[in-house]
């Protein structure tokens, strides 16, 4: 259902409010703005834990302000967000895929991180949330809400270049 809710979409920009529960069940919560468009993704956590985490189908790197430094590193999976969106045949490759119900439980297919990512589906197709659960039991829950479809987003929009050096008080 959701291949074919997203089969003509380019692009997407919503809200995202992102909650980590801690194996000791601490909890974190955050929110932002996230874009997709093909294999970039870019989420803009708000104050007070502002970052920019970017993604290119390969690596992911993360700009902290107050730092004025970039993280880079490599990614694991592929990006289940943007799967989910534009390739879900892509997951099966990573992932062990069960439907139950309005539900896609993806179990890697080998040792990773990660243990579980559960997502949660509307009626209409769109993915509401995105639940994963690591390897030390921690939790990350992100809702995703005001979702706008094929909106115009240049790709140098996924650079993290026009950030560092910029005064950000």
């Known amino acids: ?51 920019v985490v970017v993604t290119d189908g390969r690596k992911v790197y993360i700009y902290d302000p107050f730092v004025d430094q970039v993280q880079e590193g490599y990614l694991e999976f592929p990006i289940v967000y943007r799967d989910l969106l534009f390739d879900p045949d892509r997951l099966k490759s990573f992932f062990k895929v069960d439907e139950k119900g309005n539900r896609l439980l993806l179990v890697p297919k080998r040792e990773s991180q990660v243990k579980l990512i559960e997502v949660c589906i509307e009626k209409d197709g769109s993915i509401k949330e995105v639940k994963v659960v690591d390897a ?18 240049r790709d140098d929009f996924f650079s993290l270049k026009e950030l560092v050096g910029k005064d950000h008080g």
């Open 1 to 51: 259902m959701v291949k074919v809710r997203y089969a003509k979409v380019f692009s997407v920009k919503g809200r995202f409010v992102q909650e980590v529960i801690f194996s000791d069940g601490k909890r974190k919560s955050f929110e932002g703005t996230f874009y997709i468009k093909g294999d970039k993704t870019r989420w803009e956590y708000a104050p007070p834990e502002e970052q």
């Open 136 to 153: 030390m039991d921690n939790t990350t829950v992100i809702v995703l809400s005001k979702v706008k479809e094929n909106i115009k987003i």
